[in-house]
């Protein structure tokens, strides 16, 4: 018989660190182009899975002395390689049972349409503005789930001023998965507690000013987590050295849209791209560093329980 408990238990085991099972009827009022039942009509739950990313990883970016491997295990891995192939196997653990369950990985490269922002972790992203709905009563295509609510609903997470997820076990260093699935499984009440206390210690740590109390500015932050700043190690006095506005740049006054972010982008090649497009992280995530330090500072954070 499949059980909540059966989920969670297979899902630690496939390498998840997180467990969460969120009730359909809490994704009320989503966006049509967000919405898991446009996806699963007769859908019960969504089951979100996180992922911690190693806190070794953000130190030694921190230090200055290891980027690469943040991208490639820290980020790339996760949801290319590691999430999808839980979510595959869970997938199939529902499927013989009897029901349905569709997957949900990190789109990280797409955006629904009307969504003008970007992916600092991506080479660039792609808004699906030409796509159209095929039936009037249908939402324009592609569905992608709100991950942040997502995780919000499912009790593994509250949605920072920024728009990421903080965890008690984890804080910032995490990275989900979800699987919408019509089994009749108990669900898990959504997060209530707040973790953003709106300190603003990101916004403060940010080398290109990418955060404020309205949210992240992800074209500002693609710039800066591409290395346009006077703290990455790799910067020479060659990069930028014929713009005019370099030093405006470099301290992170200059503002950049999305037209001016990707002018830049070539300029700014300070490790290889991996093979999926991922960028290398040259800002080291001094936003959610200083996140999880202010985090454990306030005695908000716990160690997860196997």
């Not at 979510?87 to 003008?116: F, H, P």
């Not at 503005?129 to 324009?140: H, L, M, R, T």
């Amino acid at each position: 018989m499949l059980t909540r408990e059966l989920i969670r238990k297979r899902a630690l085991e496939l390498g998840a660190d997180l467990c969460g099972i969120g009730d359909i009827h809490l994704f009320e009022g989503s966006p049509a182009q967000r919405d898991p039942r446009q996806v699963l009509p007769d859908a019960t739950c969504v089951i979100g899975f996180g992922f911690r990313v190693p806190k070794a990883l953000y130190d030694a970016m921190g230090r200055g002395i290891q980027y690469y491997n943040y991208t490639s295990l820290g980020v790339k891995y996760i949801d290319e390689e590691l999430a999808e192939m839980l979510l595959l196997r869970i997938a199939a653990m529902i499927e013989n049972e009897g029901y349905d369950a569709c997957v949900q990985r990190n789109t990280s490269n797409i955006r629904i349409q009307g969504d003008k922002t970007q992916n600092p972790e991506l080479f660039d992203t792609y808004e699906l503005q030409y796509a159209s709905a095929i039936a009037p009563d249908k939402p324009v295509p592609d569905i992608i789930l709100d991950f942040p609510r997502a995780a919000q609903i499912c009790g593994l997470g509250s949605v920072s001023i920024k728009g990421n997820v903080l965890t008690k076990e984890f804080g910032p260093y995490v990275r989900f998965a979800f699987l919408i699935t019509d089994a009749p499984l108990a669900c898990d009440a959504p997060f209530a507690e707040n973790l953003c206390d709106g300190c603003l210690k990101c916004a403060q740590a940010c080398p290109g000013h990418a955060i404020d109390e309205n949210g992240l500015d992800s074209w500002q932050c693609s710039v800066y987590y591409r290395g346009a700043h006077k703290s990455n190690p790799y910067m020479s006095e060659e990069i930028l050295r014929d713009a005019p506005d370099r030093e405006r740049i470099l301290s992170g006054e200059k503002r950049f849209d999305a037209e001016s972010a990707r002018a830049l982008y070539q300029t700014l090649d300070f490790l290889p791209y991996s093979i999926n497009g991922y960028v290398g992280c040259m800002c080291g995530k001094a936003c959610d560093r200083a996140c999880y330090e202010h985090l454990e500072r306030s005695g908000l954070l716990c160690r997860a329980k196997a």
